[in-house]
């Protein structure tokens, strides 16, 4: 009986430990799905926004067309005309003017040359006036004279002969004085000079002028401005921008020839200035025109290896035709140091004529003396101003009488 009793507890407890291993294994297995809550909340992306050529919808269940399938829209023609494009129009071409005619132009011009140049011809007629011309009153003609850069040589032999005509004509009315004053000054300026600027070759070539001078003096004013004078003239003119080392150059001589109707010959800045002559000749004898101009770089007098450059320049221009002017071009203003530059350039090239410009700026008039004096050549044209039309051919009558005034 109770070997019974301990059988059923062992087979009781042995039941009760197979159940406990059967719970605990299930415990076990269910551990996992229970995840520990964590410390981070979970986000939740939202939906992501269609990307360019995805369907703004949600898609449809239908079978997709193949691109052979898709039928392309035909193009409808348009009742429209068809578009024209127009191209930008040309800048109008500059007006040609009519230059004013030279002939008289020194005497319509004598009352702006007289407002600078009266303090000469009124002071020497006050001196002259006198009662009693004692040797300081002289001294005072003389110092009259020089300070309007006549020139000590000019002045002396004037006050000599004045001296001499005074003495004999004895009693001197104003009107006597004057007419004095006016026959010797007419002598000193010269009256039997040829002051016309040679425009005529007398070959089948065009004359060719080249024009000289310092920087600042109006060269290439002058240049333009002497085109419009030979136009006026009836020339036919070229001109040659062979100043190529000063900014833009080119540029003012081609618009003083736009407005005449000349044709500018030029070339690249800093270009070599003979070839820009050689070719300049070479046109106006292509086109057949009356007159080729040549404008060359400013040269300061003191560079010697820029005034070789100059000679070259008519050298390479000769070797299509003579040079029939060289003209000097003058600043009136600055009086005895345009001697200097006088000199130096005749040495270099045959100066046949002088420009002097400025010369209703100063009251320094006596330098027409002084430079025809120093060089042996008559000054042919006068600039009287900034107009298009104040260059005018120097006429000797016309200049003394605006110094002594009326």
Known sequence: MEIVILAVVIAVVVVGAIGGLVVGSRKKKQLPEAKAPSATPTITAPPAEPHVGDEAETPRDEARRTIEEVDLPVAEPSASAPVTIEEPAAPPAPEIETPEPTAGRLVRLRTRLSRSQNALGKGLLTLLSREHL???????????????????????????????RVRVLGTRT???????????????VGTDVDRAVRTESGLETPAIVMVVGVNGTGKTTTTGKLARVL????????????????????????????????????????????SIAFDAV????????????????GRLHTKTGLMDELGKVKRVVEKHAPLDEVLLVLDATTGQNGLVQARVFAEVVDITGIVLTKLDGTAKGGIVVAVQ???????????LGEGADDLAPFEPEAFVDALIGD
Do not use: M, Y
């Open 174 to 188: 104003p009107e006597d004085l004057r007419a004095l004053l006016r026959e010797e000054l007419l002598t000193l």
């Open 282 to 297: 070479k046109e106006g004898i292509a086109e057949g025109a009356d007159v080729v101009l040549i404008d060359t770089a």
């Open 134 to 164: 004692d040797e300081d009153t002289w001294e005072e003609i003389e110092d009259t004279l020089l300070t309007a850069d006549v020139g000590v040589a000019p002045t002396q032999e004037l006050v000599e002969r004045l001296r001499e």
């Open 373 to 383: 004096r120093e060089l042996g050549v008559p000054v042919k044209l006068i600039g």
């Open 231 to 274: 136009v006026a003239d009836g020339r036919s003119v070229v001109l040659g921008a062979a100043d190529t080392f000063r900014a833009a150059a080119a540029d003012q001589l081609q618009t003083w020839g736009e407005r005449v109707g000349a044709r500018t010959v030029r070339g690249p800045e800093g270009g070599d200035p003979a």
